[in-house]
């Protein structure tokens, strides 16, 4: 539990992007979305069998109340329709399920809807060195998403097998209308004492993200 202050490592990855956009003097639009909530048992706490509506309509059934993060998520990705954004790129430490599929410190896990925005952040994780790799997202884990009898979707499985890509499903039944990655940086965000990710740095946030979107940024503006 004492690592829980890591899971707003996404969000301070896009604080740490948006400063390099600034620096770099990218010229063209860079937009930020931060859904922050205080993540806390209460009276208003979700609790299972919940049905909870999103802001685009869409409702959920809380088969997991530790799977919460993405339901945040995706209410922000509801949001950035709003700027008729050329792609979307959402950052999340989402899911242990990721790095017991790439082992921490290895790599964070790639999802994406789009080729080019796939081949785009390829290049930048190889320039910067903050490694990413691709897992699948097949139909099969939207099916399994929307297996409630109550809502729309569920905002976990009944399985635990493939969370991390279950998880991605689920982002992407609100990222519709642009093209999409999402990053789930939980393998790398954050250094534990003995940690393989020790090589980073002292123990605590990593910082993963900043320099992989930053190149990504300076790469645009080359290209």
Request: no cysteine; net charge negative; aromatic share 8%.
């Amino acid at each position: 539990m004492l690592t829980m202050k890591a899971d707003m490592s996404g969000g301070a990855a896009v604080i740490g992007a948006l400063n390099a956009a600034s620096q770099l003097k990218v010229p063209y639009p860079v937009i930020g979305i931060i859904p922050a909530t205080e993540n806390m048992v209460s009276g208003s706490a979700t609790r299972p069998s919940d049905v909870v509506t999103a802001s685009n309509g869409i409702t959920i059934e809380i088969t997991n109340t530790d799977a919460e993060g993405r339901l945040i998520l995706a209410d922000a990705l509801v949001y950035a329709e709003k700027y008729t954004p050329e792609y979307v790129i959402d950052i999340a430490t989402l899911t242990g399920a990721a790095s017991i599929a790439l082992g921490t410190g290895s790599a964070a896990a790639l999802f994406t809807n789009e080729d080019n925005l796939k081949n785009d952040l390829i290049s930048a994780s190889n320039k910067s060195g903050e490694k990413i790799w691709q897992l699948p997202l097949y139909p099969e884990y939207t099916e399994w998403m929307k297996a409630s009898d109550i809502s729309d979707l569920r905002n976990s499985p009944s399985s635990r097998n493939t969370g991390a890509g279950t998880s991605a499903a689920f982002l992407q039944e609100f990222a519709k209308s642009y093209k999409w990655a999402h990053l789930d940086i939980a393998p790398m965000a954050y250094v534990q004492t003995n940690s393989i990710l020790r090589q980073l740095g002292p123990s605590g946030a990593t910082g993963f993200g900043v320099r992989l979107l930053s190149y990504l940024m300076m790469n645009r503006i080359s290209n």
